[in-house]
């Protein structure tokens, strides 16, 4: 039976803003140990990042997305962020040392490893690679003594971002509904990134 009116809820979102669906999945049990896909791609390491070198690549892989978190970050704030022991960033890089995806596990949380940041540059999206870098990623945060390993989404993100994840053994355990000011109104991003996502401009003016 559907539902009545009376059970919808309409949550206003300031014009300067922008509104998601935040999916946060999790992975309980160890997967299986699976070969490694093919790829001609290396993971590396980055052991001393230096701020804009990080967010260089950030930039490059999470503007189609709106990726903006860690861009709004002092130098300060980010240096010790990618200086804490407990988070280890790795970069996707090309037989010429190009550097075309990022993985970020953070183990901060005692016997638990979120996958911060997933993705590759848009270039290499629908070609495979992807299951590539979750089969490292998850071979890194199964660790000894993790008994828990998740990650998050939203309906900014790729389309088949929350299926991928799905098919590579997380499950949902959590939906919540974000807002915030949209990066390019507030000169974070080129107001070009992401034109799937429609840009209020008139309405925020």
Same mark, same amino acid.
């Given at each position: ?5 009376? !059970? ?19 992975? !309980?049990?160890?997967?299986l140990p699976r070969p490694l896909?093919?790829?001609? %791609? ?8 230096t701020t804009e070198r990080y967010?260089? +690549?950030?930039?490059?892989? /999470?503007?189609? *997305?709106?990726?903006?978190?860690? &861009? ?9 962020? &990618?200086?804490?022991?407990?988070? $280890? ?7 010429? =040392?190009?550097? +075309? =995806?990022m993985l970020e596990l953070d183990?901060? $949380? ?8 997933? =993705? +590759?540059?848009? $270039? ?5 690679? /992807? #299951? *590539? &870098?979750?089969?490292?990623?998850? !071979?890194?945060? *199964? ?6 390993? *998740?990650?998050?989404?939203?309906? &900014? ?5 929350? =299926? ?5 053994? %997380? ?12 990066? #390019?109104?507030? /000169?974070?991003?080129? #107001? ?7 840009? %209020? ?5």
């Amino acid at each position: 039976m559907p539902h009545g009116t009376d !059970t919808m809820a309409l949550i206003p979102v300031a014009a300067e803003d922008l509104a998601t669906v935040v999916t946060s999945l999790e992975m !309980t049990t160890r997967p299986l140990p699976r070969p490694l896909p093919p790829s001609p %791609f290396q993971l590396v390491h980055w052991t001393a990042p230096t701020t804009e070198r990080y967010r260089t +690549l950030f930039r490059r892989i /999470g503007s189609p *997305w709106l990726w903006y978190s860690r &861009l709004v970050m002092t130098d300060a704030e980010l240096h010790t962020l &990618l200086d804490n022991p407990a988070i $280890e960033v790795f970069a996707v890089t090309d037989r010429a =040392g190009v550097e +075309l =995806g990022m993985l970020e596990l953070d183990f901060r $949380e005692r016997g638990q490893c979120e996958l911060s940041f997933f =993705g +590759l540059v848009p $270039e290499l999206a629908g070609k495979g690679h /992807g #299951r *590539w &870098l979750m089969a490292h990623a998850l !071979t890194r945060a *199964w660790r000894s003594g993790v008994s828990r390993v *998740w990650v998050h989404t939203c309906t &900014l993100d790729h389309p088949h971002a929350l =299926g991928f994840y799905r098919a590579s053994g %997380f499950t949902p355990f959590r939906r919540t509904i974000e807002t915030f000011p949209d990066p #390019r109104l507030i /000169g974070i991003l080129p #107001r070009d990134a992401a034109p799937q996502i429609p840009l %209020f401009e008139d309405m925020a003016s």
